[in-house]
């Protein structure tokens, strides 16, 4: 360092710095998921707890019948006459649809039939894994740590499923949805129906064995609109077995990382285009939704630098509508304006 | 039905809850709106500006707020309570990753260095006062801390000592070193 520059004084940046993060706040979408494990925190803590109940209660009743037969067994060795049968015990436990809890007013139980419950609005569905909660009156089917959905409009909550697990499936009419660890509203209609994507990624399993990935913000319908009808062709069982689909695997921070060092370098050098290929090849990878926010975020600066005005406005409308309440919403916003973007 | 109004719709009703649990709640979400700027700040200052650092920290901090809610009596004076919990949080998340980073567990574990670089991180270190957040980021755990309460927070070293469960004389130490490290990276720190 010039020993005849001043040194910078750290005191007076790290304020400064604070001064701007104090001014950015905490990000929208931050502060709602916090509000929702706050709310979630004392059903799950419930529902963890009530999953003993069952077994505490049977412990319980069986010790009771053993201290009643013990009590009474020099009594009915004495007289030589049968000890009088124990009064059958009755368990009191939460009112439960398979595996889940269900929480809410009573009466959230309508009827039940064919394995599938009919739930009132406003109830929902708790496990440790998974939250259900039901917007308008529903029919669903607890099967294992799966749910079917029949009819009805309900929101999902669903944990993060530790890697080497099977992710979580919810089953409609047409299909599907692979889940990993995200949140998500399903409404399912007699004639269809449709998925709302809040957080996270799922999958859409379609009944006809397509897959279809759903992002943040997206809706994904079913059935699709229906194609005229083609000849009809005799189904003949393929001699080799299918391809596998290689599924991608998703791309780590340090990855993120070390993309955006080579695209700086790369932007140092003023060599957009090859910066603006390297964003965009990573783009093609799965990322957790704050990485893949931050490399468009990025792509769309590149964009701007490399003074193409038009793809940088279709790249920045796009990222909005992707991520409308994600961490860079103001700045995308200013750059729009900046941009005079339709 | 939008996406934007499913986000804002209720989730669930406190009525829905027991009575106790919904209040339970009902105060911690109170205390949530009111503090969560003040929690969210410091983690990020701790986790030198990392925003999913920050939020697990302020998700920390709340759920653990139920668990003393019944000790804590006046929610109106409860900022020294955030203060105290945010920072012992981040110091204690900080000696982990630091741990879990070190040479011995790393060959342990067969994994690679962590160097904490983040896209988030890479792409904000371009600006200058990102600059002064790296070098307090470069600090260990505890001299970090100590350090950020005494010089943005004003805190007197008896006060941080209460704060982090320490001796004065070693919080002293810790602020001395910190104060070194920073001087030898090229900055200066005024004297106080």
Redesign the interface.
């Known amino acids: 360092m010039d020993e005849r520059r001043p040194k910078p004084d750290l005191v007076e940046l790290l304020e400064a710095l604070e001064q701007q993060r104090s001014a950015q706040g905490m990000p929208v979408g931050a502060r709602n998921r916090v509000q929702l494990a706050i709310r979630n925190h004392e059903s799950k803590r419930r529902a963890r707890w009530r999953r003993w109940v069952p077994v505490a209660s049977f412990v319980a009743g069986a010790a009771l019948v053993l201290a009643v037969v013990g009590n009474r067994w020099p009594e009915a060795e004495a007289e030589s006459e049968p000890a009088p049968a124990a009064a059958p015990l009755v368990v009191a436990a939460a009112p439960a649809v398979g595996a889940f809890v269900v929480e809410g007013r009573g009466g959230c139980v309508l009827g039940q039939h064919d394995g599938a419950s009919d739930l009132a609005a406003q109830c929902s569905l708790v496990a440790p894994h998974m939250s259900v909660h039901v917007w308008e009156p529903a029919t669903v089917k607890a099967e294992g740590r799966n749910v079917r959905v029949s009819s009805g409009k309900v929101l999902f909550e669903v944990d993060e499923v530790p890697e080497g697990e099977a992710p979580i499936e919810v089953a409609v009419s047409h299909g599907r949805i692979e889940v990993v660890g995200t949140r998500f509203a399903v409404e399912q209609r007699p004639d269809g129906g449709h998925v709302d994507l809040l957080e996270g990624k799922i999958r859409f399993h379609r009944a006809d064995g397509s897959v279809q990935d759903v992002l943040p913000g997206e809706r994904l319908s079913w059935p699709e609109p229906q194609l005229a009808p083609g000849p009809e062709v005799e189904f003949v069982e393929p001699d080799v077995p299918p391809p596998v689909r290689k599924r991608a695997r998703r791309g780590t921070q340090k990855q993120a990382a070390a993309i955006i060092e080579r695209v700086t370098a790369l932007r140092a050098e003023k060599r957009y285009g090859a910066a603006i290929t390297e964003v965009r090849r990573a783009l093609r990878r799965p990322w957790d939704r704050r990485t893949a926010q931050v490399l468009s975020y990025e792509l769309g600066e590149l964009l701007r630098a490399a003074e193409d005005t038009l793809a940088a406005c279709d790249h920045f409308a796009a990222h909005q509508r992707r991520y409308p309440s994600g961490r860079y919403a103001t700045a995308v916003e200013r750059v729009l304006e900046r941009l005079d973007c339709e | 039905?939008g996406?934007?109004h499913?986000?804002t719709?209720p989730?669930?009703?406190p009525?829905?809850?027991?009575a106790t649990?919904a209040a339970?709640?009902e105060r911690?979400?109170a205390l949530?709106v009111q503090h969560?700027?003040f929690v969210?700040?410091l983690a990020?200052?701790y986790g030198g500006?990392c925003?999913?650092w920050?939020?697990d920290v302020?998700?920390e901090v709340?759920?653990r707020l139920?668990d003393a809610l019944a000790q804590l009596e006046d929610d109106r004076a409860m900022e020294p309570w955030f203060y105290r919990v945010t920072t012992n949080r981040c110091l204690n998340r900080l000696r982990g990753e630091r741990l879990r980073n070190s040479a011995p567990v790393r060959w342990l574990l067969g994994r690679r260095s962590?160097?904490g670089?983040?896209?988030?991180?890479?792409?904000a270190a371009?600006q200058?006062?990102?600059?002064?957040?790296a070098?307090?980021a470069s600090l260990p755990p505890k001299e970090r801390v100590a350090f950020?309460m005494h010089?943005?927070d004003g805190k007197k070293q008896t006060e941080i000592a209460e704060v982090l469960g320490h001796s004065k004389g070693y919080i002293s130490k810790l602020i001395a070193r910190a104060e070194a490290r920073?001087r030898a990276a090229?900055?200066?720190?005024?004297h106080g």
Do not use: K
Request: hydrophobic residues 40%; without cysteine; proline residues 3%.
């Open positions: 039905m996406v934007e499913l986000v719709e989730l669930s009703t009525d829905a809850l027991d649990d339970a709640t911690v979400e949530y969560r700027e969210y700040r990020l200052r500006g925003h999913a920050a939020e302020t998700q709340f759920l139920f962590e160097d670089r983040n896209p988030e991180r890479v792409t371009r200058g006062l990102e600059q002064a957040g070098v307090l950020s010089v943005l920073v090229g900055w200066e720190v005024p």
